[in-house]
C-alpha cells in the first residue's frame, strides 16, 4: 500500500526522493511495504555494490540479516529531524512508513536511516 499522492522527484544533490502532492495529517500510515530478507552472506556481497545504500538492516531475535524494501521505502532520504518514522514487522516483512507530523503539499518525506525518527546519531556517511 503506497499512499496515493506520493511521488518520486529529483533534488539536487541528493538524488531522488518522496513527497507529497497533499497535505497529509501526523500519525498517517503513507506506506507498508514487503522486503525481501537476506542473509548475513548476501549482506556482504551487498555492501560491495551500489545497493549498500538502499538495504535495511533486518535483526528479528538477534539474528543479522538486511532486507531490500520494495516500494518507495528505499527512496525516502535520511533526516536526523525526519517527518515520517519506519517500522519493520518481522512476523509479516514488511516495513511501515508513518508521518511523525503533519506534512504541507509538495514537502520531502524523510525517516531517520538510525530507525528512530530523533535520533541524533550520526549515521554511516556522516561519521569522520
Known amino acids: 500500500m503506497i499512499y496515493n499522492k506520493l511521488y518520486i522527484d529529483d533534488i539536487e544533490g541528493k538524488g531522488r526522493g518522496v513527497f507529497s502532492a497533499s497535505d497529509i495529517p501526523a500519525h498517517t500510515i503513507i506506506e507498508i511495504a514487503p522486503v525481501i530478507v537476506m542473509d548475513n552472506l548476501d549482506r556482504l556481497h551487498l555492501d560491495q555494490t551500489l545497493l549498500h545504500d538502499y538495504i535495511f538492516e ?37 516495513i511501515t512508513i508513518t508521518t511523525v507530523r503533519d506534512i504541507n503539499a ?9 530507525g528512530d525518527w530523533d535520533d541524533k546519531n550520526p549515521v554511516w556517511f556522516d561519521v569522520n
Not at 509538495?106 to 538510525?114: A, G, R, S, V, W
Open 58 to 94: 533486518w535483526l528479528p531475535n538477534e539474528e543479522k540479516k538486511c532486507c531490500m524494501a520494495l516500494g518507495y521505502v528505499s527512496i525516502y532520504n535520511h533526516s536526523y529531524n525526519s517527518n515520517c518514522e519506519y517500522l519493520m514487522d518481522y512476523e509479516a516483512t514488511t
Open 106 to 114: 509538495n514537502e520531502e518525506l524523510t525517516i531517520n536511516y538510525n
